[in-house]
């Protein structure tokens, strides 16, 4: 009893810090959502959004891991409450949310990301998902991996498509589609939706992250970082099976404290993360 109403106050806790750390109100931009499927450039894109000041909740944040489980079980709470605290997301679960977010932002700007075709994309894909099992990839893609699945892969990637163009063709000016793979148009896209200083856009080059040289770090390096993420991958989804299937219950209150603390904890390096780039970042210059 004493350890079950120890980790209660500790959850208030921590609920009550991860309020303080949010970023006031007054200082968060209308939102933008990247709500293209993973391997469309999300990454990239969320990059670029840094850097014009938009402080993005990515794939890069481990809490995105567990908002994909709370997703895929019904939960959407935790994804919301993450909107106190942000002015961009990307990545999964978010392509999926588009409709709830648009209801509950009205100022708030979508972003489709695409490849050049269907088949550059599954081919990336597939790199992608042979890096390592992850289950949740069926709640998206249908399949856990692409070989033996290439049609049912694809199918979700057009049919994610279709749902957007659908639900967005009322809304143009809220929506707008990037071609990753399109040359120079990428900063006159996204600027139409982050509100570029007079229309312009930035003298940089648009950036290129989790591009397949990223993920190629030494065999040493590498193996780590598998043996890792298969691990992390592993505890997630048991702790999720535990969770939202009927695990015991004093297992249950540890999981959500834990992922509680994380949580906080993760906020509090994203908002150090943040200050210290907008306070040694030189200020971009726009032609």
């Given amino acids: 009893m004493r350890y079950t109403v120890a980790l209660l106050i500790l959850s208030a806790l921590v609920l009550f810090a991860a309020n303080h750390i949010a970023q006031p109100l007054e200082t968060l931009r209308p939102k933008i959502f990247v709500i293209g499927l993973s391997k469309t450039g999300t990454t990239s894109i969320g990059d670029a959004l ?66 050049k075709d269907e088949q550059t994309w599954l081919r990336s894909m597939r790199r992608h998902v042979g890096r390592g099992p992850w289950q949740p990839y069926s709640y998206f893609y249908g399949a856990t991996q692409v070989d033996g699945n290439e049609e049912a892969v694809l199918n979700a990637y057009r049919n994610h498509t279709d749902s957007v163009r659908a639900y967005f063709r009322e809304l143009p000016h809220r929506y707008a589609e990037i071609n990753i793979d399109e040359g120079d148009m990428k900063w006159e896209v996204l600027c139409k939706l982050a509100g570029c200083p007079e229309g312009r856009v930035p003298s940089v080059g648009f950036p290129k992250s989790n591009t397949a040289a990223h993920w190629s770090n030494g065999v040493i390096a590498d193996n780590l970082h598998r043996f890792w993420s298969r691990s992390i991958s592993g505890i997630e989804e048991l702790s999720s099976s535990s969770y939202y299937r009927g695990g015991w219950h004093s297992v249950n209150i540890v999981l959500a404290v834990c992922w509680s603390v994380v949580s906080v904890i993760e906020q509090a390096c994203s908002e150090l993360y943040f200050t210290t780039m907008v306070a040694t970042t030189e200020p971009l210059t726009f032609v």
């Fill in 50 to 115: 840094a850097l014009l000041g938009y402080k993005r909740l990515g794939w890069k944040d481990i809490r995105s891991r567990h908002l994909v489980h709370t997703w895929a079980n019904g939960d959407y709470g935790a994804l919301i409450d993450q909107t106190r605290y942000f002015d961009a997301f990307e990545d999964l679960p978010w392509p999926f949310m588009y409709r709830q977010m648009a209801e509950m932002y009205p100022d708030a700007k979508f972003l489709l990301s695409l490849r």
